[in-house]
């Protein structure tokens, strides 16, 4: 079972303990990130709720997650085709039929 952490962060001058498995170097990155896209919301839409830049920021994060599935998706079917291609090659070399010493020898 993982061991769940206590991390207190600031979030946009408020105050927060989030719990959960990550490091405190990620968190600590993850909230960061939040507090730069937070304050690039407030100064884009200054009249903008905390509660409407908060979801704006979760439609964003979605939205990259769905984005970010999808290229793994699409690169594990590039590395499937690509290893489909090599096993015929593989297999053609195993099949190939090496020349004995013996025969080597004979005139």
Do not use: C, W
Not at 65 to 92: C, F, G, N, S, Y
């Amino acid at each position: 079972m993982n061991q769940k952490n206590r991390f207190k962060a600031t979030i946009d001058e408020r105050q927060y303990t989030i719990v959960g498995d990550k490091s405190t170097q990620h968190m600590t990155a993850v909230i960061e990130i939040v507090n730069q896209q937070l304050q690039q919301l407030k100064e884009a839409a200054p009249e903008l709720s905390i509660q409407d830049r908060s979801i704006l920021m979760a439609v964003n994060a979605i939205s990259d997650q769905l984005v970010k599935e999808q290229q793994i998706m699409d690169l594990e079917e590039q590395l499937e085709t690509l290893t489909q291609q090599q096993r015929p090659a593989k297999e053609r070399n195993i099949q190939t039929p090496t020349r004995r010493s013996s025969d080597s020898t004979r005139s």
